[in-house]
């Protein structure tokens, strides 16, 4: 049998790092690129140029909006943020976390019977990092589960 997972202090806030740089670092390049080419290009007018840089924006506003994902889990319970969406779970709320083979991201069983991915937790291109995330925050809610005499048991 392994050890079990040290519990980390809390809050502690789960996010794919180097996607996140990835996503951010394609995000300004890009802004840079389409802002310059606007600059460069002499046939083109004012309002032509400020289309182009409002498109390099939205690129940049949807890679950070996709960057901003994230788990934080607190003394209180746990708080993900997606892409387009924010939900807060009280740890009696959460039944397990799940990270199988082939997942995209962690899914965390809820006691309402639904699940919900989250995605501050995904094996992309930090597989191992992602693999500890998804067992630091496992070990969190079972340890959170054993002192919440409230949480239902099953």
Request: charged share 10%; aromatic share 8%; no cysteine.
């Given at each position: 049998m392994s050890d079990p997972t040290p519990l980390p202090d809390l809050p502690v806030t789960f996010r794919p790092g180097r996607t996140r740089a990835v996503l951010l670092?394609?995000?300004v390049v890009i802004l840079l690129v389409i802002s310059g080419i606007a600059m460069l290009l002499e046939q083109?007018?004012?309002g032509e140029r400020l289309s182009f840089v409002i498109t390099g924006a939205?690129?940049?506003?949807?890679?950070a909006q996709l960057a901003r994902?994230?788990?934080v889990a607190d003394?209180?319970?746990v708080t993900v943020v997606n892409i387009a969406s924010r939900r807060r779970l009280e740890w009696a709320e959460i039944l397990q976390v799940n990270l199988r083979a082939g997942d995209p991201w962690?899914?965390?069983?809820?006691?309402?019977?639904?699940?919900?991915?989250?995605?501050?937790?995904?094996p992309g291109i930090a597989r191992q990092r992602a693999i500890a995330d998804a067992r630091t925050l496992r070990a969190l809610a079972e340890a959170r589960a054993v002192t919440d005499p409230e949480r239902p048991q099953g």
């Open positions: 670092t394609a995000g083109l007018g004012p939205l690129i940049f506003w949807v890679l994902v994230k788990v003394e209180s319970g962690v899914f965390i069983d809820l006691s309402d019977g639904t699940s919900l991915p989250a995605l501050g937790i995904q």
